[in-house]
């Protein structure tokens, strides 16, 4: 069974700043998906970015980019000039490729604390 | 907003009760999957539903069900509530296609909050 780890139960970083969330996984396929999720308050579970595992170059959604080592399965989430809006409860998830359907593994989160 | 909506929004039972969660999906997804998220844990799978067939389950008992109905809303119904069921429900809408497919993205509702007591 697949599993996903966030060691970093709480972040903090500075407005305006740079912070890196971390998250490995376990898995023995070859071929499948990962996300960050963000949750804040509001309790909706918004996507943040998306990589495919076949694809070697890292993804990036404007401040948002990950740190995908397929190898080392690790998967982080790097946040560039950090903004108030940011401060949530982030899940790194995991989905296989060729399952038919959407079941997403969540890791258990960090929660991140932006400081004015 | 995601178009997901989920009903209610809070929900307080006692325990051996049985409920019911509703879900409306985004306009044109016809998959449906539902989670249990504990306090301070991540989503756990529960199942998920496609064209109104249940195709695939996580590890929860079957006094766990589902319906998913042809407007592709959906619902999720606990019987006998234990204590252990008191967590956020969050359920995902998304459109079944290719594996490789953006399609599959899942967009999720608000989730509803409930309390067994």
């Known amino acids: 069974a697949q599993t996903v780890t966030q060691s970093q139960p709480e972040m903090s970083v500075q407005e305006a700043e740079t912070v890196t969330l971390s998250c490995t996984y376990d898995?023995?396929?070859?071929?499948?998906?990962l996300f960050w999720y963000k949750q804040p308050p509001s309790r909706q579970m918004i996507l943040v970015i998306r990589?495919?595992?076949?694809?070697?170059q890292n993804a990036t959604e404007n401040r948002f980019s990950v740190n995908f080592q397929k190898a080392a399965k690790s998967f982080s989430l790097k946040i560039s000039d950090s903004q108030l809006g940011d401060a949530a409860m982030y899940f790194c998830?995991?989905?296989?490729?060729?399952?038919?359907?959407?079941?997403?593994?969540f890791g258990a989160g960090t929660i991140l604390r932006v400081k004015s | 907003e995601t178009g997901v909506t989920q009903s209610p929004t809070h929900l307080i039972k006692t325990r051996g009760q049985q409920v019911t969660l509703r879900c409306s999906s985004q306009s044109g997804h016809n998959t449906v999957s539902w989670y249990q998220q504990a306090l301070g844990q991540g989503p756990q799978f529960i199942f998920q539903?496609?064209?109104?067939?249940?195709?695939g389950r996580g590890n929860f008992p079957p006094r766990f069900s589902g319906l998913q109905f042809p407007n592709y809303s959906s619902e999720l119904n606990v019987n006998a509530l234990e204590l252990d069921d008191s967590a956020l429900y969050l359920c995902a809408s998304s459109l079944a296609g290719p594996p490789r497919g953006a399609k599959n993205i899942q967009y999720f509702g608000a989730g509803t909050r409930l309390s067994v007591l």
């Open positions: 990589q495919e595992a076949y694809k070697q």
């Open positions: 998830a995991y989905r296989r490729l060729m399952e038919y359907g959407n079941k997403l593994v």
């Open positions: 539903y496609y064209r109104e067939e249940e195709n």
């Open positions: 898995t023995s396929e070859s071929d499948y998906y």
